[in-house]
C-alpha cells in the first residue's frame, strides 16, 4: 500500500507564510509528477503547483510568485512553501504524487488565512 501524509496545515494572518510538506511511503518502484492541489468551500478542487522528477514546475497563476513547489527525491517528499497568504487561498491543500504510474492522493490538510 502508498500512503501520502500531508502536514503543516494550520491558521495565519494574511501576509504570513505556512510551509505544507507531504511524505510518500509503503512499496514505492517510482514517483512521477508530484503536486498540490486546493479545495474552498463550495468551489471545485483546482491546481496549485506540480513538479516532475527532474525538477521542473508549473503554477496556477493566482499563486505565480508567492508559492514555491520542491520535492525531496531521497525522502520521497514533496513541499509547498507558501508566502504572502492572502484569505483567498483559503482551503483544504491536498497532495497528489503518480507513483508506482498510479495517482495517489493525500487526505488533505487546511489551510485558514485571516484578515
Known amino acids: 500500500q502508498v500512503q501520502l501524509v500531508e502536514s503543516g496545515g494550520g491558521l495565519v494572518q494574511a501576509g504570513g507564510s505556512l510551509r505544507l510538506s507531504c511524505a510518500a511511503s509503503g512499496s514505492i518502484r517510482r514517483i512521477d509528477v508530484m503536486g498540490w492541489h486546493r479545495q474552498a468551500p463550495g468551489k471545485l478542487r483546482e491546481l496549485v503547483a506540480t513538479?516532475?522528477?527532474?525538477?521542473?514546475?508549473n503554477y496556477a497563476n493566482s499563486v505565480k510568485g508567492r508559492f514555491t513547489i520542491s520535492r525531496d527525491n531521497a525522502k520521497n517528499t514533496v513541499y509547498l512553501q507558501m508566502n504572502n497568504l492572502a484569505p483567498e487561498d483559503t482551503a483544504v491543500y491536498y497532495c497528489?504524487?503518480?507513483?508506482?504510474?498510479?495517482?495517489?492522493w493525500g487526505q488533505g490538510t487546511q489551510v485558514t488565512v485571516s484578515s
Open positions: 513538479i516532475t522528477s527532474g525538477g521542473s514546475t
Open positions: 497528489n504524487a503518480f507513483v508506482n504510474s498510479f495517482s495517489r
